[in-house]
């Protein structure tokens, strides 16, 4: 008997048992789309291009009461993005992430939807700062900031992958 035990904890254990370990689950779209795969509870990897992927927050579906929507989220935001233009058009730069391996992201609601800029690998820079993007639209300023990370990708995200978002 013991034999037997040790014998289904070794098949256990290199997944021998179809069901026994879990797949990773996947966060879809409205459209059934794979919109990402969970890092952990509320940030999500996404597929930026081919090979490059990316860190994006989610967050729940709240019904008129307040109450969260079971199973259903979208889209997390509250970011801003810094550029060194004037008018926020050229030159975005963002702060570095925390996570480490991660490349450094920040989402920021704008009229088309959730957008999420993507920072390259690599060591923080300092940059001259002209204007500040929030979701409340460019403001210009004039700063020089340490810690940036000059934007590689800009995905859309509410575009790419329409809420609301499940597990599946």
Request: hydrophobic content about 45%.
């Amino acid at each position: 008997m013991k034999t037997l035990l040790i014998a289904v904890a070794i098949t256990v254990a290199i997944g021998g048992v179809d069901g026994v370990r879990a797949q990773p689950a996947a966060l879809l779209d409205s459209t059934g789309k794979v919109a990402a795969r969970p890092y952990n509870d509320t940030m999500m990897l996404v597929a930026v291009t081919p090979g490059v992927v990316a860190p994006a927050v989610i967050r729940p579906i709240y019904d008129a009461d307040g109450h969260a929507a079971s199973g259903l989220a979208t889209w997390g935001s509250g970011g801003s993005v810094l550029f060194t233009s004037v008018n926020c058009t050229s030159g975005a730069h963002i702060f570095t992430a925390s996570h480490a391996g991660l490349r450094a992201t920040t989402q920021l609601e704008t009229p088309e939807g959730v957008t999420l800029y993507v920072g390259a690998i690599g060591k923080t820079r300092t940059a001259s700062i002209q204007s500040i993007l929030y979701a409340s639209g460019c403001t210009a300023v004039s700063v020089r900031q340490s810690g940036l990370l000059p934007v590689d990708a800009i995905v859309n995200l509410t575009a790419a992958y329409p809420p609301p978002l499940s597990f599946q």
